[in-house]
């Protein structure tokens, strides 16, 4: 069973940056593809971004798409994402996952954005 744990939210103000880490167990990782969600209070979960297992084909959702990088580190079984410019509505609790949640829900990591 792999097990997820992100890491990297904070406090941080508005046009900010914040580099977000989810660590990965077991060798399943580098063969399936990654994603980000974010669910903020009182909302559903969220696709942000996804990765293909080797690292290409980048995917953003519109609200992020320009300003959030996705990326991963096989070696390391290590996805991330690189916030910048960021904004009060991109305030959320960030988990990762494969794009269609086959993993158990990690802890996620909160990311606070001060106007």
């Known amino acids: 069973q792999v097990q997820l744990v992100e890491s990297g939210g904070g406090l941080v103000q508005a046009a900010g940056s914040l580099r977000l880490s989810c660590a990965a167990s077991?060798?399943?990782?580098?063969?399936?593809?990654m994603a980000w969600y974010r669910q903020a209070p009182g909302k559903q979960r969220e696709l942000v971004a996804t990765?293909?297992?080797?690292?290409?084909?980048?995917f953003y959702a519109d609200f992020v798409k320009g300003r959030f990088t996705i990326s991963r580190d096989n070696a390391k079984n290590t996805v991330y994402l690189q916030m910048t410019s960021l904004k009060p509505e991109d305030t959320a609790v960030y988990y990762c996952?494969?794009?269609?949640?086959?993993?158990?829900w990690g802890q996620g990591t909160q990311v606070t954005v001060s106007s």
């Open positions: 990765i293909s297992n080797r690292g290409s084909n980048p």
């Open positions: 996952n494969t794009p269609t949640g086959d993993f158990s």
């Open positions: 077991g060798s399943v990782f580098r063969i399936v593809p």
